[in-house]
């Protein structure tokens, strides 16, 4: 697994402004709609059994530069380490013009039916 890459995109719209999604009060490319992209990246990097998802555990990022509505942004994640189920990304975010975002990301291979079976045990 190591080394392996993903890249996510989108085009900014009006829909994932940070005015948009309340992380803000512009019209720009929002962090938590880059995060998410960010995170895309990293799920696309992986090719795993059906039985088995990863699910995010840490994310240390920085939104560095602004994008407008109307610019396509991409994000590209790629796998530095390993250790059992625990996978970590480095991550970057890019526009048409610049780097936008960086970080590290941390992901955990789960068994898909045991994680969703823990976690609907929480309803009772």
Do not use: C
């Amino acid at each position: 697994m190591l080394g392996l890459k993903g890249k996510s995109e989108v085009i900014v719209s009006v829909n994932n402004t940070a005015k948009a999604v309340g992380s803000g009060s512009l019209e720009v490319f929002a962090t938590p709609m880059m995060v998410a992209m960010m995170e895309n990246a990293a799920i696309k990097a992986l090719q795993l059994p059906e039985e088995q998802t990863s699910v995010g555990t840490y994310l240390n990022v920085k939104h560095i530069a602004a994008t407008p509505v109307g610019m396509k942004v991409w994000a590209e994640a790629e796998i530095i380490e390993v250790e059992g189920r625990r996978l970590v990304y480095k991550i970057e975010a890019y526009d048409e013009k610049e780097k936008i975002g960086e970080g590290q990301h941390e992901r955990f291979v789960v068994n898909r039916d045991k994680f969703m079976a823990k976690a609907n045990s929480k309803n009772g």
